[in-house]
């Protein structure tokens, strides 16, 4: 992987956050406020007080360049969960995540998109590193819907590079 510098694009000025809807919308795969005991329902957040993403000077121009951002700071948040260097021949698990913003960037909900066969625990591994990297930045300048997929790749000793990155290199 290449040095993950500055994220780009993740803005936010004090005061310019809206206030998140009171009720985030579920559907009968969506749980309120905690992980569901299967892990291939989705999950549904309240908006989490975390580190605020840092300040960089051009905002993402498309979801690309947004899914990079977020993936770049996925792994900085979680750098002891995550690996570097080439990909294994072999992939203990890849889990594939939606995750759905709320316009200030916050997490608005989680869907589990693909659940390995084995190793399903890394479904909840990389929801939790999700959850902790958030708010990834704004995407009110982006079309809706304001949502982006993660492919976790992890290896035999469950820890992961991020697909949105690994192709990158």
């Known amino acids: 992987m290449t040095a993950m510098a500055g994220l780009t694009g993740c ?4 005061g310019s956050i809206p206030t998140p809807p009171a009720r985030p919308h579920t559907t009968p795969q969506t749980l309120q406020t905690s992980p569901s005991s299967r892990p291939d ?14 300040e960089s000077h051009t905002p993402p121009r498309n979801w690309d360049e ?5 993936a770049q700071r996925i792994v900085q948040t979680n750098a002891g969960e995550s690996f ?3 990909l294994p021949q072999r992939l203990q698990s890849i ?3 939606q995750v759905q913003l709320h316009r200030d960037g916050s997490v608005r909900r989680i869907e589990v998109l693909r659940t390995p066969k084995f190793a399903p625990q890394t479904v909840k591994l990389a929801i939790t590193a999700v959850q902790q990297a958030a708010p990834f930045g704004s995407v009110a300048h982006l079309p809706a819907p304001w949502q982006f997929n993660e492919t976790f790749l992890y290896n035999d000793d469950l820890k992961f590079q991020l697909r949105s990155l690994a192709i990158a290199d």
């Open 11 to 14: 803005v936010l000025m004090p």
């Open 66 to 70: 947004y899914r990079r951002n977020a």
């Open 84 to 86: 570097s260097g080439p």
């Open 41 to 54: 329902q989705g999950l549904s957040l309240k908006p989490q007080t975390q580190a605020q993403p840092s």
């Open 95 to 97: 889990p594939v995540l």
